[in-house]
């Protein structure tokens, strides 16, 4: 089995993956480059902005806490639902194209505990989202083998030094709401 879940990661053969779980954050912390000292608790909402006035600059410390079961790869997703009833909060400003990154970390995150300054080094990157007011388009995108039992941590920033404002609330819709709307991990058997 694990020799099927590496040749999926390494040749990027994803249309045989089958989703079993879908993981909402257990962790968003907001990382501000203006209080660069200040540590933030868990939050609902996230955003991520880069002022290019200013340089001042925000980013989304993620943290999922990957459990032990059958899935072999995972990926992330950013997912906006734009069902029309459900009305997810969800702003988006700036000079298009309205990019963002997800980036892996060393997982080193501390609830309340991290800071602009002392935030994990970035170790892969892995995906870049081009964002609308009608959904997310994937621009690149790397399925990892799932760090079953373990903590996974990322970290969601400005893919450019255009001016960009983005702002969400996370939240679990299920499929017949519109489905999830916000950052995702995704495990797949």
């Given at each position: 089995?694990?020799?099927?879940?590496?040749?999926?990661?390494?040749?990027?053969l994803p249309a045989f993956a089958i989703l079993l779980d879908t993981q909402f954050p257990h962790m968003l912390l907001p990382l501000k480059k203006s209080q660069p000292d200040t540590a933030f608790p868990t939050q609902n909402n996230a955003s991520v902005s880069y002022d290019d006035r200013s340089l001042d600059e925000q980013w989304t410390a993620v943290n999922y806490d990957v459990p032990d079961n059958a899935a072999n790869i995972c990926r992330l997703r950013f997912l906006i639902n734009t069902d029309t009833f459900k009305n997810a909060p969800f702003s988006l400003k700036g000079?298009?194209?309205?990019?963002?990154?997800?980036?892996?970390?060393?997982?080193?995150?501390?609830?309340?505990?991290?800071?602009?300054?002392?935030?994990?080094?970035?170790?892969?990157?892995?995906?870049?989202?081009?964002?609308?007011?009608?959904g997310a388009?994937?621009?690149?995108?790397?399925?990892?083998l799932c760090p079953k039992g373990n903590v996974a941590q990322f970290v969601i920033h400005p893919?450019?030094?255009?001016?960009?404002?983005?702002?969400?609330?996370?939240?679990?819709?299920?499929?017949?709401?519109?489905?999830?709307?916000?950052?995702?991990l995704e495990m797949h058997t």
């Open positions: 089995m694990r020799v099927s879940a590496l040749l999926l990661v390494v040749f990027g000079e298009a194209p309205f990019a963002i990154n997800i980036s892996r970390i060393e997982p080193k995150l501390v609830n309340g505990g991290t800071t602009w300054n002392n935030k994990p080094a970035i170790t892969e990157h892995y995906d870049t989202y081009v964002l609308s007011m009608n388009m994937e621009v690149v995108s790397k399925w990892f893919a450019s030094k255009r001016y960009l404002d983005v702002y969400w609330f996370e939240l679990n819709y299920g499929a017949e709401d519109g489905g999830p709307h916000g950052v995702v």
